[in-house]
């Protein structure tokens, strides 16, 4: 398959890694600041107790039928934060957004939300890919936040980030082959010459980690018996701007966006699954002009 150094090569976009970190820190110390941008990544970091993330998995569970019967599959539950309270009420948790509020500032926007559940038995795995290479974004300055709704173990598929790889920038990547079972359609080969050894995130249900936007990650397949839910946010600040109308599914969470360029949902009233058939659904920012498949998961 071919390779390729840009996705988007049309775009204007500033590819290279930006440190991340304000001067004073309120949660994160400023070790762990260094820690996130020397290796690209940080974990584990605890949100939830277990009541609470009790409360969030059984309204999971109430969810995920009802997404499977709408037609969508466990991998699409993408930007719900649009018509499901609960989810919004998930992803602007003050706990998370002063974690991010550490890294970027006074202003945080959610872009994107995406839950990623590797049932036992799928067959599903994600290469080795860098997030920042799928979006159409102007500048590399996104934190990916991944909240463990179930526990993420070695045996059920946990993330594997390799340390020092976001250093590099765009790194390039071939279309993925049909027998890697990928989720995602580009694969970066020989992932380990670009840092350190392989370390997977491994999490308790509650916990969360973060990465940056250029870090090599990619997942196995779910081995074990046990489901592995995870929601996955993708938090920046106004100082970046979106191409192709990936602005459309953005909350303000805090500060505010001068140029109005980012959307901003408001809490939802109720519950709605969206429609899958819908020309504004919820999946329209996985697509491109083309109609490839262009965000990215784990």
């Not at 290796?39 to 009802?66: S, T």
């Not at 309270?85 to 872009?111: A, K, M």
């Not at 250093?167 to 071939?174: D, L, N, R, S, T």
Request: aromatic letters at 8%; hydrophobic letters at 35%; charged letters at 20%.
């Amino acid at each position: 398959m071919s390779q390729h150094l840009d996705a988007y090569p049309e775009l204007e976009r500033d590819l290279n890694f930006y440190p991340l970190g304000v001067k004073n820190p309120t949660v994160l110390s400023p070790v762990q600041i260094d820690r996130y941008n020397d290796h690209g990544y940080l974990f584990p970091i605890q949100v939830f107790d277990d009541r609470e993330i009790i409360e969030i998995r059984e309204y999971f569970d109430a969810l995920l039928p009802q997404a499977l019967a709408a037609g969508w599959n466990s991998y699409e539950m993408i930007n719900w934060h649009k018509t499901c309270r609960g989810v919004y009420d998930v992803v602007t948790n003050s706990r998370i957004l002063d974690v991010i509020q550490d890294l970027l500032g006074d202003t945080v926007i959610l872009r994107h939300s995406h839950f990623f559940v590797k049932l036992p038995g799928d067959g599903k795995r994600v290469s080795w890919h860098q997030d920042s290479s799928y979006w159409p974004l102007s500048r590399s300055k996104v934190v990916s936040a991944w909240l463990a709704i179930d526990d993420s173990t070695i045996e059920n598929g946990a993330m594997q980030v390799i340390p020092g790889s976001h250093k590099a920038a765009q790194i390039a990547f071939h279309d993925s082959e049909p027998e890697e079972n990928n989720v995602l359609s580009q694969t970066v080969r020989d992932a380990d010459r670009y840092g350190d050894a392989p370390v997977s995130l491994v999490l308790k249900a509650g916990e969360m980690s973060l990465h940056s936007d250029w870090t090599l990650h990619g997942s196995d397949v779910n081995q074990s018996e046990q489901r592995r839910c995870g929601l996955a946010m993708r938090f920046l600040s106004s100082d970046v701007q979106a191409y192709n109308g990936w602005n459309a599914h953005s909350v303000i969470c805090r500060g505010q966006d001068p140029t109005g360029h980012w959307a901003d949902h408001a809490r939802p009233t109720g519950e709605q699954v969206p429609v899958k058939d819908n020309p504004e659904s919820s999946m329209n920012d996985l697509v491109d002009s083309s109609g490839v498949g262009v965000d990215s998961t784990d």
